[in-house]
């Protein structure tokens, strides 16, 4: 790949992914013309048409093509993107110069300072707390976040290349083409067996990113099979986070990372999940800059967290609505225990969108026992996001291995009357696919009729 100094031109197939429009918008940032295709209109895709980025959403739709020249544009594209699109064809069969997301974040980062979060669950959060600690603390970064980030309603940040923090994604094996400076391992369990066939070769694939690592510049949860200092909580480690307390529904605890011992710091994210990200955050941040670790300490309590990532939707006496994007049984597990820690007095209930048939296959019997905690589980059609159906695999067979008194397969249009009809319940609404759409839909109706 070129300099991107030699580029006038970039065009990304599935400019409206998370990772993607980040990448659009940092492009739109340095002044190139940036346009894409993406195959539904969102938001997001909304939002970047509202900065100056074209988005078509048909391949019929050809004008943004004969713009192109091979000689100045840049062609991104997505993995998950199908190789029967005709805009990728297209520009295949014409030679443009074409890379992969993960190439041309490579690029960008290999000569500059680079913080990466790695891991199967948690990456979001933690570089959405180690950005904003980061701006906070007054450090000119660069950042490309896998979510909106509620400090800043953006999954991109331009302030400056003193450091740029990037999530370093294990999907098609993407992280193996960054260059960070330190980075940390939050998790390896078993994901993107598509991709991977066994956990064996997922474990394996993490330990070669950890390898790009510069000795001493890797954190990882603790009793993971890696060279690394480990992260704990309420345990021996060389990073650790003790004395928690819980006061008016945000955690306290101290913070020990080698001489550095920060007391009493405040943090509103609920979950012990949660509690670990911020350590790991804070971890790459004093790794980068020691001398401001007060600071970063300080500025945990002015995180709003990232949409999607256990957000309240509403929350009155009788009823709390939560919003996440927990997609894997060890992420269910995750929001189960943040809810039975701040809301004890509640009855739970989850509303679960499955995400790929290839994942709900793989992690039947896991997502069957996460779910059975609640007190009440209803299960939408799986979203199947790129993949074609599995015979056999629907969301009446993962129901049918819930071992439950009370469950039910709803369709959207249910979710509605379930909220209408709560009482004194927890309600979380939990998927990767479109249950994010309704659960926005839900937030402005409890607002308009509350």
Do not use: W
């Not at 074209?54 to 544009?73: F, I, P």
């Not at 994942?359 to 074609?388: H, M, N």
């Not at 319940?425 to 109706?445: F, H, K, P, Q, S």
């Amino acid at each position: 790949m070129r300099e991107i100094s030699q580029y006038t031109h970039v065009f990304l197939i599935g400019i409206g992914g998370i990772g993607m429009s980040a990448l659009a918008r940092y492009f739109n940032q340095k002044g190139l013309n940036v346009s894409g295709y993406d195959r539904t209109e969102t938001d997001l895709t909304k939002a970047l048409v509202n900065e100056g980025i074209e988005v078509v959403y048909s391949e019929a739709d050809e004008r943004q093509l004969k713009k192109l020249s091979k000689s100045t544009t840049l062609i991104i594209y997505t993995p998950a993107i199908s190789k029967l699109s005709k805009f990728f064809a297209y520009f295949k069969h014409q030679n443009f110069e074409m890379h992969k997301r993960s190439v041309v974040l490579g690029k960008i980062t290999k000569d500059l300072p680079t913080l990466a979060v790695a891991g199967t669950h948690g990456k979001t959060t933690t570089s959405a707390i180690l950005v904003h600690i980061l701006k906070a603390s007054g450090i000119k970064l660069t950042a490309f976040c896998g979510g909106i980030l509620q400090n800043y309603m953006t999954n991109y940040i331009g302030d400056g290349e003193e450091v740029v923090v990037v999530e370093a994604d294990e999907f098609d094996r993407s992280f193996l083409q960054l260059h960070p400076t330190a980075a940390v391992i939050n998790s390896m369990d078993a994901d993107h067996l598509d991709i991977y066939e066994t956990t064996e070769k997922l474990v394996e694939t993490f330990k070669e990113f950890s390898r790009l690592v510069p000795k001493n510049h890797l954190y990882a949860k603790s009793g993971l099979d890696l060279e690394a200092q480990f992260i704990a909580i309420e345990d021996e480690a060389e990073v650790q986070i003790k004395n928690i307390k819980i006061t008016d529904g945000s955690y306290v605890f101290d913070f020990i990372k080698e001489e550095h011992r920060l007391k009493n710091l405040k943090f509103h994210l609920p979950g012990r999940h949660n509690l670990f990200n911020a350590a790991a955050a804070l971890a790459l941040a004093i790794d980068f800059k020691p001398e401001l670790a007060n600071e970063f300490g300080k500025a945990l309590a002015t995180f709003e967290g990232v949409q999607r990532r256990f957000n309240y939707v509403y929350k009155s006496e009788d009823l709390v609505v939560i919003d996440d994007y927990a997609h894997h049984p060890m992420e269910i597990d995750a929001v189960y225990q943040a809810i039975s820690e701040m809301h004890p007095d509640k009855k739970s209930v989850v509303i679960f969108q499955p995400h790929l048939f290839s994942r709900t296959k793989d992690f039947a019997e896991g997502f069957a026992q996460s779910l059975a905690l609640f007190d009440k589980v209803y299960l939408l059609d799986i979203y199947p996001a790129r993949e074609e159906p599995i015979e056999g695999i629907s969301s009446e067979y993962l129901l049918n291995l819930i071992q439950h008194s009370s469950k039910q397969l709803i369709t959207k249009i249910d979710i509605q009357n379930r909220i209408e009809n709560a009482d004194n319940e927890v309600i979380v609404m939990l998927g990767a696919g479109d249950i994010g759409v309704e659960a926005r839909n839900i937030t402005n109706y409890l607002h308009e009729t509350s």
